[in-house]
């Protein structure tokens, strides 16, 4: 008979808690998840994953008679020793982290040496300390989670490498935190606990940098005539270097970078350090989703009255979450500028439609770019790179294309009789056949 695998509780089953839910069960264990919103513990138990995040839902309802969701934080504490806290960490208007959420489930909990605290949300540096201080006889472990959205359950099984920090006295809890790791293949790293919530910090902002770094060179690319791919692609082959993370655009958005950067700018200059380099971070990302604006008016001069279609409005494809979407910032630039702003995303637009007040929403991309006067491409979903684009180029005003992703083939784009704005990019259009 094969050996019960230790249980699982997970705590807030936001996108990071379902995703560790669903994939320890996948492994085998018992889970038990708590949510303190009874409608969505409700659904999750009938299977039902309101959020679009590819293979989830397959993986839950297989899961189903290994996963118990409930609102009852008694039936997470008898049942599991092993708590993860997944709980959101949301900016405050400061800035910094909002740590409310945290420290609601942190006062839930037992003074107890049974039960084992893993930090799964991310939280400034200094936060486990605290808790500790508040709970002395709690283990802590902080274990904080990589995945991105669109790719989380493949990113959580497939890990580059688990970070598992513990102070002095958490040796033990710290092991088992490891061996549920384990069978999943990735470098283990062992760590003290403020280093473990650095290195969660410390990587988005580096992969943040790295983005508005590739942007400004784009920008630079266009002043000289360069290729900002062909420049990312050269850089990226020097080992240390890479290739990751050089794909220029109209900047990053989602729950995680924004905020993550600003909290470690907060979490600094808290300390009294001023983090010079994160502030242009985030300003040049801020300025980046404005350059649109620019682009379509250097083609349609004033923007009054035009009709522009936005194609894509999550923050990244494969996803429905409009968290710091660019979208939100260029929707609403456009529409101070004058023009008429029509939008759709694939799975996005309910979600969007509430955010974006006055946007008009299509229902295919089509539809969009009826009489529009340009399309402007704000996240790379397939189905725009497979778009019929000359039958597109007919049903606009005008053949007119920004593409924010770089994502689109220019010459593909030429050849349906558009004129194409990348970022950073130079066109190559096909030289017109010599006469004979
Ligand atoms: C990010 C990190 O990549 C994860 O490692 C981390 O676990 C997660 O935040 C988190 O802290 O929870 P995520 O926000 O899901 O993941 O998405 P990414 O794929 O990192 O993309 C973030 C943004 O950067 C998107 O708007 C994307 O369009 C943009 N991006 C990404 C670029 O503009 N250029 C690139 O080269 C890569």
Redesign the pocket.
């Known amino acids: 008979m094969s050996e019960q695998k230790e249980t699982v509780g997970v705590i807030g089953v936001g996108w990071?808690g379902l995703v560790t839910a669903a994939c320890f069960a996948d492994l085998g264990h018992p889970v038990i998840a708590r949510d303190i919103l009874p409608d969505k513990v409700e659904a999750l138990s009938r299977g039902d994953v309101a959020i679009h995040e590819p293979e989830l839902e397959d993986l839950v309802r297989r899961n189903a008679g290994r996963i118990t969701f409930t609102t009852d934080m008694t039936e997470l504490l008898e049942g599991a020793r092993l708590l993860f806290v997944c709980v959101d960490t949301p900016p405050t208007y400061s800035g910094d982290a909002d740590l409310s959420r945290v420290r609601a489930v942190v006062q839930e909990l037992p003074e107890d040496s049974e039960h084992v605290l893993i930090m799964k949300s991310?939280v400034p540096a200094g936060t486990g300390e605290s808790i500790r201080r508040d709970k002395p006889d709690l283990s802590y472990v902080s274990c904080p989670?990589?995945?991105?959205?669109?790719t989380?359950v493949a990113?959580f099984m497939h890990p580059d490498r688990v970070v598992v920090g513990a102070d002095a006295g958490d040796e033990a809890a710290a092991d088992a935190v490891e061996a549920l790791y384990q069978p999943l293949g990735g470098q283990i790293l062992r760590t003290d606990v403020a280093s473990a919530e650095m290195i969660?910090l410390a990587?988005?902002a580096f992969?943040?940098t790295?983005?508005s770094f590739?942007?400004e060179i784009a920008n630079v690319c266009e002043e000289v005539g360069a290729d900002v791919g062909q420049v990312a692609k050269g850089m990226g082959l020097d080992e240390r270097i890479g290739t990751?993370?050089?794909?220029?655009?109209i900047?990053?958005?989602?729950?995680?970078?924004p905020k993550?950067v600003s909290a470690l700018k907060m979490l600094a200059g808290n300390t009294g350090y001023h983090f010079q380099l994160l502030t242009a971070v985030i300003e040049v990302n801020e300025l980046q989703k404005r350059r649109v604006v620019g682009k379509l008016e250097k083609h349609l001069g004033s923007l009054i009255g035009k009709r522009i279609a936005l194609l894509g409005l999550a923050?990244?494809p494969d996803?429905d979450d409009m968290r710091e979407?660019?979208s939100l910032v260029l929707s609403a630039r456009l529409q101070g500028e004058g023009a008429e702003v029509v939008a759709y995303d694939p799975v996005a637009s309910d979600r969007a439609a509430d955010l974006l007040g006055s946007v008009e929403m299509a229902t295919s991309a089509m539809e969009a770019l009826d009489a529009a006067d340009a399309a402007v491409l704000v996240t790379?979903w397939k189905e725009f790179a497979e778009l019929d684009w000359s039958a597109a180029g007919e049903r606009m005003t005008r053949p007119l294309v920004v593409d924010g992703?770089n994502f689109l083939d220019p010459e593909k784009l030429a050849s349906a009789g558009f004129v194409y704005e990348g970022i950073g990019r130079t066109v190559n259009t096909p030289k017109p056949a010599a006469a004979s």
Not at 244 to 249: D, S, T, V
Not at 251 to 257: K, N, T, V
């Open positions: 990071v991310t989670e990589f995945l991105k959205e669109g989380a990113d969660k990587s988005n992969l943040a790295k983005i590739i942007n990751a993370f050089l794909r220029a655009g900047g990053y958005g989602g729950s995680c970078f993550d923050f990244k996803t979407a660019s790379e992703r």
